[in-house]
């Protein structure tokens, strides 16, 4: 709907393109406000508020806010709402939680079960052969690794994770078939990453890559979980891909557990009863 409206400027008045860019600065406020504070904001009259909705192909104001409206919910990635050394508290809380939301929601988009399914079918056979399960990530993806870690190892899986190069080449030297082993990494491009995902492949081990499209990480897996956002690297840019990272984990994390099934429930609950009684009252 905006690449439309963006599209659209040149043809548009003067007074409507002003409107325009009102909405493509800031989609999720234009749906909300009163046509008396758009038109102040865009410093045209109410009528040319309207000409412009018609103008690009709706009937009046209330249906162009009902499907802009429609589409910032819907997770439509409009345009990456980049940090200004002007803004204020309030438009940094609000430009990093809609990147954010827009990245998972356009993955939400754009995921392929079928890719998860193949995934969450290696990690099933790994676990029910009592083979090893590894994560491997370097700098942020190092995070989500350990944190990966974490959330299978409450579901009673053994797994390792590595955030050292030298050590995740050690590591896949050792792994064998059926084993499995996770890389992770936004760019993929880290060295020591790739020789480790084709070592570990090489011996037999199904790889699964979480990395974004095209990188040369993507090809080097037996199976790739494409998450694909652009990082900025200027001071400014949230670190919107390793959150998305920690969410596609949590997606296998969740497959797994659905597939060991009932006699997960008694072993979560003795943990947190455990957990519990180590606290203080």
């Known amino acids: 709907m905006l690449d439309r409206i963006k599209a659209s400027l040149p043809s548009l008045a003067p007074a409507e393109q002003r409107v325009a860019r009102l909405v493509l600065a800031d989609p999720r406020a234009f749906a909300n ?3 008396t504070e758009l038109a102040r904001r865009s410093h ?6 309207v000409r412009f909705c018609r103008s690009v192909g709706y009937d009046g104001l209330s249906d162009f806010k009902l499907k802009l409206a429609g589409s910032v919910s819907e997770g439509v990635p409009f345009i990456h709402r980049s940090v200004d050394v002007d803004d204020k508290t309030s438009d940094v809380v609000v430009k990093v939680i809609d990147n954010t939301v827009a990245a998972f929601l356009k993955y939400r988009n754009d995921a392929s079960s079928s890719v998860i399914q193949k995934a ?8 029910k052969a009592g083979k090893r399960i590894e994560f491997f990530g370097v700098g942020n993806s190092g995070i989500v690794a350990q944190d990966a870690q974490h959330k299978f190892f409450r579901l009673g899986v053994n797994t390792i994770a590595y955030s050292d190069g030298h050590m995740q080449v050690m590591s896949a030297s050792l792994l064998g078939p059926g084993d499995c082993v996770v890389v992770i990494s936004n760019s993929g491009r880290t060295r020591d990453l790739m020789d480790a995902c084709d070592i570990a492949r090489k011996n037999g081990a199904t790889t699964i890559v979480i990395t974004a499209t095209g990188s ?9 979980l494409a998450a694909d956002h652009p990082e900025g690297y200027d ?15 949590d997606v296998l994390a969740t497959c797994l557990a659905l597939r060991i099934g009932g006699k997960l429930q008694p072993l979560l609950k003795e943990m947190k009863n455990n957990l519990r009684n180590k606290r203080y009252t």
Request: with cysteine.
């Open 120 to 127: 969450t079918d290696a990690l099933e056979a790994a676990c």
């Open 235 to 249: 001071r400014y840019s949230p670190m919107v891909s390793r959150l998305l990272h920690l969410m596609i984990i």
């Open 44 to 49: 045209v009259s109410k009528p040319t508020v």
């Open 33 to 35: 406000l009163p046509i």
């Open 216 to 224: 040369p990480l993507a090809t080097a897996g037996n199976i790739h």
